[in-house]
């Protein structure tokens, strides 16, 4: 089992930044990737980004592409999401997850942090 914990939402500007944490615990060994996704009011889930936990290699949505960065530290067992530039459309509830070594799909998910970017 894997758990997950996301802090660092919150209300900010148009244009301005924030930095969305997820700590694992658990499991650590079994995760071979983590991912962010958000999910807006009255929409459906979406992608945001991902990384692998052993390589780093990255991928993102096309949304979010040259605006968030999505990164990790190995030794706290954590994951970031640093949000640049944000727009009003980048409101919504984000939230961590899991991917196991052999699953091929994301079976651990965090309870969400709200992200608010309104003026």
């Known amino acids: 089992q894997v758990q997950l914990v996301e802090s660092g939402g919150g209300l900010v500007q148009p244009g301005g930044s924030l930095r969305l944490s997820c700590a694992a615990s658990g499991s650590i060994f079994s995760i071979n990737a983590m991912g962010w996704f958000r999910q807006a009011p009255g929409k459906e889930r979406e992608f945001v980004a991902a990384l692998s936990w052993s390589g780093g290699n990255t991928n993102y949505a096309g949304a979010v592409k040259g605006r968030f960065t999505i990164s990790r530290d190995g030794a706290k067992n954590t994951m970031y999401l640093q949000m640049n530039s944000l727009k009003p459309e980048d409101t919504a509830v984000y939230y961590c997850?899991?991917?196991?070594?052999?699953?091929?799909?994301?079976?651990?998910w965090g309870q969400g942090t709200q992200v608010t970017v309104s003026s």
């Open positions: 997850a899991a991917s196991p070594y052999g699953s091929g799909q994301y079976d651990y």
